[in-house]
């Protein structure tokens, strides 16, 4: 699949996993741009233009489901993906409920990031 210049946002504090993941998807040919924090991203006026928002749950100051919530509210239509290492059973549903896209525990393997990209970039869901 030709990626061409779709651009994935990739919001996580961890200073180890968020470089690892931005190298990951420019490898596979996708735009990238990386914030430490939601807050960070939403002041950041091109994340309108995201092909899709790859996020974590916990983060410092908005969590990954208040970042749904607040990208709902402002009609941005970018599918979200949301990680986390926290994953406790209800979890997942609880995600989709929210409005994930698509949900991955850490540690998730890079393929399954990747597919989990493409397919909501394709479709809006997985």
């Not at 990626?3 to 504090?13: A, I, L, N, S, Y």
């Not at 929210?98 to 869901?125: D, H």
Request: with cysteine; aromatic share 4%; charged share 20%.
């Amino acid at each position: 699949m030709v990626v061409g210049k779709q651009r994935v946002f990739v919001v996580e504090d961890d200073e180890s996993l968020r470089p690892a993941i931005e190298r990951l998807l420019t490898t596979a040919g996708f735009g990238v741009a990386g914030f430490t924090s939601a807050e960070a991203m939403l002041g950041d006026a091109s994340h309108r233009g995201a092909g899709c928002i790859v996020t974590d749950l916990k983060l410092p100051g908005m969590s990954g489901f208040e970042l749904i919530e607040d990208l709902q509210r402002h009609g941005v239509a970018a599918p979200v993906i949301l990680i986390t290492a926290h994953d406790a059973p209800g979890l997942h549903a609880e995600a989709a409920r929210r409005g994930a896209a698509a949900y991955l525990a850490k540690p998730f393997l890079g393929t399954a990031l990747l597919e989990a990209i493409r397919a909501v970039m394709v479709s809006g869901r997985p």
